[in-house]
C-alpha cells in the first residue's frame, strides 16, 4: 500500500521555477524531495515584480501595493523540497520568504511561501513592472553556474 507523502508547504512562485522557465527542473528532480502543481494563481495584494541585473533574474520587490498583482503557479511541497527552495534562493541571506495570500484560478484564496527581495537599490522600482515573468532570447536569464559576479552584488544593473 502507498504511503501517503506528508506535503509542508505551499510555494507561489512567479520566475523561473514556473512550468517551462529555467529552474523548472528544481521542482521536478526527486533527489529535491516532492512538488505537486495545485494550478495557477495571482497575488492578492500588489507587488512590483522586474528583471534585474546582468544576469535578467525576476525580482519581486518587498514594495506591498505598489506594481501588479502578480502571476504564478502554487505547488505544494515536502520539507525536503522547501529547504532545496531555499538554498536555491539563498534564503534568507538574500530572498526572503513570507505568506501571502493567493487567488487561484477557482477564486479559492490560500496562504503561500513566496520569495522576495528586501534590500534593493530604488532604482529597482523604476524598471518596467511585470505581470507575469517569461524568460526571452532579448533578456536570456543565466543561471548561477554560468554567473561571473553574484546576483546580489549585480543589483546595479
Given amino acids: 500500500m502507498a504511503e501517503k507523502l506528508r506535503m509542508a508547504a505551499r510555494v507561489f512562485v512567479y520566475g523561473t521555477l514556473k512550468r517551462g522557465e529555467p529552474n523548472h527542473h528544481w521542482l521536478t528532480k526527486k533527489e529535491n524531495g516532492q512538488a505537486r502543481f495545485l494550478g495557477r494563481g495571482k497575488t492578492e495584494t500588489k507587488f512590483p515584480l522586474v528583471v ?52 487561484m484560478e477557482q477564486n479559492e484564496t490560500i496562504q503561500c511561501w513566496l520569495y522576495l527581495i528586501r534590500n534593493f537599490p530604488d532604482k529597482m522600482l523604476a524598471k518596467e513592472l511585470l505581470i507575469s515573468y517569461h524568460n526571452t532570447p532579448e533578456r536570456p536569464y543565466n543561471e548561477k553556474s554560468v554567473r561571473t559576479v553574484s546576483a546580489r552584488d549585480d543589483l546595479s544593473y
Avoid: C, W
Fill in 52 to 103: 534585474g541585473t546582468r544576469y535578467n533574474i525576476p525580482f519581486l520587490l518587498a514594495r506591498p501595493g505598489e506594481g501588479n498583482h502578480i502571476e504564478g503557479e502554487v505547488y505544494e511541497v515536502d520539507e525536503t523540497m522547501l529547504s532545496k527552495l531555499d538554498i536555491l534562493e539563498d534564503y534568507p541571506d538574500y530572498y526572503d520568504r513570507e505568506q501571502q495570500t493567493i487567488l
